[in-house]
């Protein structure tokens, strides 16, 4: 099953794609854990996706649909994978279906998740991101079992920069627009679903799980 999922910021494509990969046995591709390993490094494409990310705008097409066609060429992407803020241009949704058909195989769904823009406004403002492994939580909906601390290694919480309330809004403004013609692409190509991200993780995942499993 290859997939991605579509949503502006804070929907919660990351907490859901940790919980399919777990659920479905492929891996959870996000191209942001990628940056943000390259910006913890100081790489040259960390220092240049960092300047973008803390401006609250969007990584370029060139920095980031060479990372993606080197990951889905590894081998325990064979049964699937579930791609999570990538494609995010109508630009890379064509260098991905490139990608995929140099491959031999096409995309089965493209999941858009929606919430109120209150509601993503809050969730990103609230997110704590573990500083060590990456690990996300939430200080209201999510929070860790000790404040400030890590459940999964121990490590420290932090607020991302592009996670205060000002940047937060500049970043959803951003992606409505690019967001919606990706919807539009892929919804003419006749494999968009529509979930709702609200009523709880574990509510969203079910509905999630029942779409997946109803298109196999």
């Known amino acids: 099953m290859e997939m991605i999922l579509l949503g ?3 929907v919660g494509k ?3 794609a940790k919980k399919l990969e777990a659920a479905l046995d492929i891996p959870h591709i996000a191209t942001g854990d990628i940056f943000r390993e390259a910006i913890k490094n100081g790489t040259p494409l960390g220092k240049k996706a960092e300047s973008f990310i803390e401006a609250g705008e969007l990584v370029p097409d060139e920095v980031t649909i060479g990372i993606v066609k080197e990951r889905l060429g590894k081998s325990d992407c064979e049964n699937g994978f579930i791609l999570d803020g990538f494609p995010r241009t109508l630009k890379q949704a064509e260098a991905l279906d490139n990608i995929l058909n140099e491959q031999n195989r096409e995309l089965d769904l493209a999941i858009y998740l929606t919430a109120e823009k209150e509601i993503l406004v809050e969730r990103l403002s609230g997110r704590r991101v573990c ?6 939580y939430h200080i209201k909906n999510n929070p860790p079992k000790k404040e400030g601390v890590c459940d ?3 490590g420290r919480l932090i607020q991302r920069s592009d996670d205060t309330e000002e940047t937060v809004e500049k970043r959803i403004e951003v992606n409505k627009e690019k967001t919606a013609k990706l919807v539009d692409f892929y919804r003419n190509k006749g494999i968009l679903k529509e979930v709702q991200s609200t009523g709880g993780i574990e509510n969203v995942h079910q509905r999630l799980l029942k779409l997946i499993e109803a298109h196999k």
């Open 8 to 10: 502006l910021p804070g």
């Open 14 to 16: 990351g907490t859901q």
């Open 131 to 136: 500083e060590d492994c990456g690990a996300t």
């Open 152 to 154: 999964e290694c121990g």
